[in-house]
């Protein structure tokens, strides 16, 4: 069973920096591609970044682009969520995901597994 496990959250004023990472344990991390995903109150769940197995490939939302950077380790089971410039409409809890199938992680839809989650709070 896989399991993932989030940290790094916090509050941040506008303009600042955050990195959220994320850990799975259970199975073989380098199987998996891995992302981020975040909901805002009163929002629907939005994919914000995927990584490859590999980490050769990269997707990111618009509203994220030039921003964020992910990134993972897999000699550490690890994945990175490097936010710079933040904007107060960042402000979610930031979900990591991982399933072996790059379409469903990054179509959000049937993912294998999911975090608990990370609060991340944007000041104006």
């Known amino acids: 069973q896989v399991q993932l496990v989030e940290s790094g959250g916090g509050l941040v004023q506008a303009g600042g920096s955050l990195t959220l990472s994320c850990a799975l344990s259970?199975?073989?991390?380098?199987?998996?591609?891995m992302g981020w995903f975040r909901q805002a109150p009163g929002k629907e769940r939005e994919f914000v970044a995927a990584?490859?197995?590999?980490?050769?490939?990269?997707n990111y939302a618009d509203s994220v682009k030039g921003r964020f950077t992910m990134s993972r380790d897999n000699a550490k089971d690890t994945v990175l969520l490097q936010m710079n410039s933040l904007k107060p409409e960042d402000t979610a809890i930031y979900y990591c995901?991982?399933?072996?199938?790059?379409?469903?992680?990054?179509?959000?839809?049937?993912?294998?597994?999911w975090g608990k989650g990370a609060l991340v709070t944007v000041s104006s």
């Open positions: 259970g199975r073989t991390f380098a199987t998996y591609a």
């Open positions: 990584v490859s197995r590999g980490g050769a490939t990269t």
């Open positions: 995901a991982a399933d072996q199938n790059w379409f469903a992680l990054v179509s959000g839809t049937g993912v294998g597994y």
